[in-house]
């Protein structure tokens, strides 16, 4: 078993710190925030994610995962140490390279010994030469060490799900060794281990979340001409996905995708891609048809109402995506700000992020159930998926409200049903 520092805190520290404790390792989890740590060494996980809260505390008690903010104490006695630290977009669509450049050196002040430093983190392809250069820089001279590159594919809502049932594990590196033995801590998960350059792996995240967000923006196109033409999206999607060559999944058209991978990571690419002198053409158009995608959703209430101004309209979900609290470039969140931006009365509600959103958005009103949010509204729109809008009772929502308008960003329900209720019904892509 092994003893790995893991650095930031953040979602996929926490996720990866818990599991390789899980699997018998010493974990120290790293941060700078003092009181981050302090929360979880006092057993509070600071994000919601079904499973973590056990997990961190199952392997607390049996003292494989500790917390501490002192580099000092952890990366000395570590084998591995993680890079998990966060990577957001700048201004102009790069990614801001700050945390890891300083998460890097404080690796190098403490390096003992031989370490086997992991960038887990999204990083521009070369970050792990940087990295390499940061770290050599700061350590001392009799201290060796590699840097393998190892991104992580977790989803947000299914993260310890995934930590344990990876599709597979991707290793760069230029020294083969320095993989082979990241590979060993990963052996007993099973899962397909790919070991190739550095610049390779860091690429291969990249073109993964690039291909899945290229196949959302392309249904959301599709359904964009199913609408005029009068196909349904949704059996459109179904058909083509019994082709084994294009599959069943991420064929979902909505108001678009969002959250901290995506948009960020796709923004990054086409930046990487300009800057190295090519023209990512579709990268751009993936990105454009997205952002259209919310506001062509508002269009078609403006559609049905004309001016928004003044008029009450209730708004079901906030967060990214169904599961999860997180609102990060949340397609939900442009929604309710271009509606509070038209003048609308908007009332909110979310099951987990409407403490977030009515921080980020102070403008609308935010319902304590679904219910409230809908009394005397004269539209309901759906930008997030969650179960508890698929379960509502729709009849007595149609009761509340002052006109039954029905805007399903999200395509959750049947068209036919709701209709047969007597609410006018919109979704995306479902022009039959
Ligand atoms: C994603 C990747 O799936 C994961 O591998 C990577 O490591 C991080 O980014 P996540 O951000 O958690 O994970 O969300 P995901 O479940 O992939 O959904 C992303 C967005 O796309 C959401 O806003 C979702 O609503 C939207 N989406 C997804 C669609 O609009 N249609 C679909 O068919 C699928």
């Given at each position: 078993m092994a003893v790995i520092s893991i650095i930031g805190m953040g979602y996929v520290g926490l996720v990866y710190g818990a599991?390789?404790?899980?699997?018998?390792?010493?974990?120290?989890?790293?941060?700078?925030?003092?009181?981050?740590?302090?929360?979880?060494?006092?057993?509070?996980?600071?994000?919601?994610?079904?499973?973590?809260?056990?997990?961190?505390?199952?392997?607390?008690?049996?003292?494989?995962?500790?917390?501490?903010?002192?580099?000092?104490?952890?990366?000395?006695?570590?084998?591995?140490?993680?890079?998990?630290?966060?990577t957001p977009s700048t201004f102009d669509g790069d990614a801001d390279m700050r945390a890891v450049r300083s998460a890097a050196e404080m690796i190098g002040r403490n390096l003992r010994g031989y370490t086997i430093v992991v960038n887990k983190s999204t990083m521009p392809i070369g970050s792990g030469d940087l990295v390499t250069q940061l770290i050599a820089e700061a350590k001392p001279a009799e201290a060796t060490f590699a840097v393998?590159?190892?991104?992580?594919?977790?989803?947000?809502?299914?993260?310890?799900?995934?930590?344990?049932?990876p599709s597979r594990i991707v290793l760069g590196a230029d020294d083969r060794e320095a993989a082979e033995t990241v590979a060993e801590l990963y052996r007993v998960l099973n899962a397909p281990i790919l070991i190739t350059d550095r610049r390779s792996a860091e690429m291969i995240k990249y073109a993964s979340n690039a291909i899945l967000a290229t196949r959302i923006s392309f249904i959301n196109e599709i359904a964009q001409i199913c609408e005029q033409l009068g196909a349904d999206i949704k059996v459109v999607?179904?058909?083509?996905?019994?082709?084994?060559?294009?599959?069943?999944?991420?064929?979902?058209?909505?108001?678009?995708?969002?959250?901290?991978?995506?948009?960020?990571?796709?923004?990054?690419?086409?930046?990487?891609?300009?800057?190295?002198?090519?023209?990512?053409?579709?990268?751009?158009?993936?990105?454009?048809?997205?952002?259209?995608?919310?506001?062509?959703?508002?269009?078609?209430?403006?559609?049905?109402?004309?001016?928004?101004?003044?008029?009450?309209?209730?708004?079901?979900?906030?967060?990214?995506?169904?599961?999860?609290?997180?609102?990060?470039e949340s397609p939900a969140i442009d929604v309710l700000r271009l509606l509070v931006q038209r003048g609308a009365e908007v009332t909110a509600y979310d099951p987990v992020a409407m403490p977030h959103a009515a921080a980020l958005v102070p403008e609308a009103r935010y319902a304590p159930?679904?219910?409230?949010?809908?009394?005397?509204?004269?539209?309901?729109?759906?930008?997030?998926?969650?179960?508890?809008?698929?379960?509502?009772?729709?009849?007595r929502v149609k009761e509340l409200m002052r006109t039954p308008i029905l805007l399903d960003g999200r395509n959750i329900y049947e068209?036919?049903?709701?209709?047969?209720?007597?609410?006018?019904?919109?979704?995306?892509?479902?022009?039959?």
């Open positions: 599991a390789f404790a899980d699997l018998g390792n010493q974990v120290y989890g790293v941060d700078i925030d003092t009181d981050k740590v302090a929360k979880l060494q006092r057993g509070v996980v600071p994000i919601y994610e079904p499973g973590l809260d056990e997990l961190i505390r199952r392997n607390r008690e049996a003292g494989r995962l500790r917390f501490t903010t002192d580099y000092a104490e952890a990366v000395p006695a570590s084998e591995f140490v993680f890079i998990c630290v966060g393998v590159s190892n991104p992580e594919f977790l989803r947000e809502g299914s993260a310890v799900y995934d930590v344990f049932h999607a179904q058909g083509m996905g019994y082709d084994p060559r294009i599959g069943p999944h991420f064929l979902e058209a909505g108001i678009g995708f969002g959250g901290s991978c995506f948009p960020k990571d796709v923004r990054a690419l086409a930046y990487m891609a300009e800057e190295a002198g090519c023209h990512p053409q579709l990268l751009h158009t993936v990105l454009e048809i997205n952002q259209d995608q919310r506001r062509r959703f508002v269009r078609k209430l403006q559609d049905l109402l004309g001016s928004l101004h003044g008029r009450p309209i209730a708004l079901w979900g906030l967060s990214f995506k169904q599961d999860t609290d997180d609102i990060r159930d679904p219910y409230s949010a809908v009394e005397g509204a004269d539209a309901l729109l759906i930008a997030t998926p969650w179960n508890e809008f698929k379960q509502a009772d729709l009849s068209p036919a049903d709701v209709r047969a209720l007597g609410f006018v019904y919109v979704g995306v892509g479902r022009g039959v």
